[in-house]
């Protein structure tokens, strides 16, 4: 009981602490190079390897996850659609992933915008 004489106004109160509570706190974020993404969207069994990726990696693997073509990351990068390839497979290498489809789904999770 707060101290509070109308029954109504206890009810309300009781209501204003329980929204208080359930209220999301703020999402914990990760740093992958100059990418701030929520933990929650990171799989915990790739963190560690994620934080081994080159600045080259991460680049590729974000434009990847925004659902750009191998051809439009070289072309942005100014670097050949092969050593698009040849990054996408370093990746898969250090994340243990079995191939481009599992990095593209990785990718669309970890930087797909959700805005």
């Not at 974000?62 to 670097?79: E, H, K, P, Q, T």
Request: net charge neutral; with cysteine; hydrophobic share 50%.
């Amino acid at each position: 009981m707060t101290g509070l004489s109308d029954p109504r106004l206890e009810a309300l109160a009781d209501l204003l602490r329980e929204a208080g509570a359930t209220v999301a706190r703020p999402a914990e974020t990760l740093s992958l190079g100059d990418a701030i993404i929520e933990a929650a969207r990171v799989p915990v069994r790739h963190r560690a390897a994620l934080a081994k990726l080159t600045p080259m990696e991460l680049t590729c693997l974000r434009f990847l996850g925004w659902g750009r073509s191998n051809a439009d990351i070289g072309a942005l990068l100014v670097i050949s659609e092969n050593t698009v390839r040849v990054h996408f497979g370093n990746i898969c290498r250090k994340l243990e992933l079995d191939g481009m489809r599992e990095l593209a789904a990785l990718a669309g999770v970890l930087f797909y915008p959700t805005n």
